[in-house]
């Protein structure tokens, strides 16, 4: 089914105003000071850390 009327421009960009991206929220580390998502692991200066430690790569 087809539309009856053509949407103006600023009818359809009145719709558009709500779609807007979200700021991506970081934690710093405690004991690396590198900042990283939460819950996430994350490298810093060649080393995978989690949680504030080390993780073995084996």
């Not at 970081?26 to 690396?32: A, P, R």
């Amino acid at each position: 089914m087809l539309p009856k009327k053509r949407q103006s421009k600023t009818r359809s960009k009145k719709r558009r105003t709500h779609y807007t991206s979200s700021l991506v929220h970081t934690v710093t580390c405690k004991n690396t000071g590198e900042e990283h998502l939460p819950h996430h692991a994350y490298y810093h200066d060649g080393i995978l850390y989690h949680k504030g430690k080390p993780v073995d790569q084996n």
